[in-house]
């Protein structure tokens, strides 16, 4: 375990707790908010410790799932690797390391970790010890397809596909159906093409976007999100807009989904009927193309990354807009690599709080007032993808480094 010392200095950040007085929107809007040195100031948090791991393949894209709990441990995936940390100390319970790389964030089902890349891997919790291992699909050349997102019903996996990088991204299927219990593929489906967002599931219905891989070849076919049950394919509901990268969130009786122009060229979130398929409201808005996330509900809003690297809530029952959040500029990371290092995660929610990364900061918000609480940046080590919350400690991943901090 490699930890953080005292030279090491940290960045910190809170608001005044001021609201922006906008017509119709709450919290900190365009224009108004201070910067990121204004708001620096004691966070509520500290560096307990940090793992570094030196993984040996490094994509350049941001791999860093949000970490999961295994066992009594935090696992989390940088590249090829998937390391389970003791969540006291950050010591190494284990490690497993992949001969490709890890290209979706591990599902728990029982006992195990299920990780997907050329082919899905069922890790111990406990020891990281290889439980069982299922080939996938191959393209028309006889490559392996990658997985994009995966997520469980019950003991049913489904997969979506990201096509080989020199594959027709337009190649079927784009979605397999895995019996857990059989360790086998008992589905294909061909309605989606490349799933590359995180699947929306529950405990018998799955949702899943189906976005291109590729921007050259964006504009054959439709882009859509399709629900699934038992059953097969349930509904099917087509976008307008040319892309979809974004996951969807699910609730008893809606499916949120969003989709984006080219680069940050409009963009709609939709309500639809969980059980019909018909949409309740549909909200046409710029959204920001942040891969590997997903919007995030609660009990009274939806939240999405718009074009201006703002967080928008909607009214979950209306779409009408409820505030908006403009995080401030960093500069922590200017000069080195990471200078323009750009990811954004949706909001992890615990009670009234979400807890993203922007930029390589950490922030805090209050999702009821629409207010950055406070937030946090290292560095050295930029912040990228969703932070995992713990009853003392936040889990927050980098592209090389894994912090616990104590909150």
Partial sequence: MNSIGKSRRAFLATTTGCLAA??????????????????????????????????????GTNRAFQPVRADDAIAYTTDERIVALDPDDGSVRWRYVDDGYVSSRPVRHDGSLIVGGEQLIALSERTGDVAWSLELDQDSRGFAYETGGIGSTDDILYVGYRHPTLADNLEKPGLARVDLDDREIVDRYDDVHTVLAPLATDDDFAVVVDGDAQYSNSLVGPRAV??????????RYEFEHPHTRIGPALTSS??????????????????????????????????????????TVTDDIVTFLDGENQLVALDRDSGDEAWTVAFPATDVHEGTRYASFRTVSAPVVDGDRGYCTNSGALFVIDLVAGEIEWAYADEEAPFSGRPLVGDERLYVPSPTWFFGLEA
């Fill in 22 to 59: 906008t017509a119709g929107c709450a919290g900190w809007v365009r224009g108004s908010n201070p910067s990121f040195d204004e708001l620096a100031a004691d966070a509520p948090v500290s560096v307990d410790w940090a793992h570094e791991e030196a993984a040996a393949y490094h994509s």
């Fill in 254 to 295: 809606r499916v949120y989904a969003a989709s984006h122009g080219y680069g940050f060229d409009g963009g709609s979130v939709v309500a639809i009927d969980r059980d019909t398929g018909d949409v309740e409201w549909q909200a046409e808005r710029e959204v920001g193309p942040s891969t590997q996330t997903a919007l």
């Fill in 226 to 235: 399709v629900a699934y049950d038992s059953g097969g394919p349930r509904w």
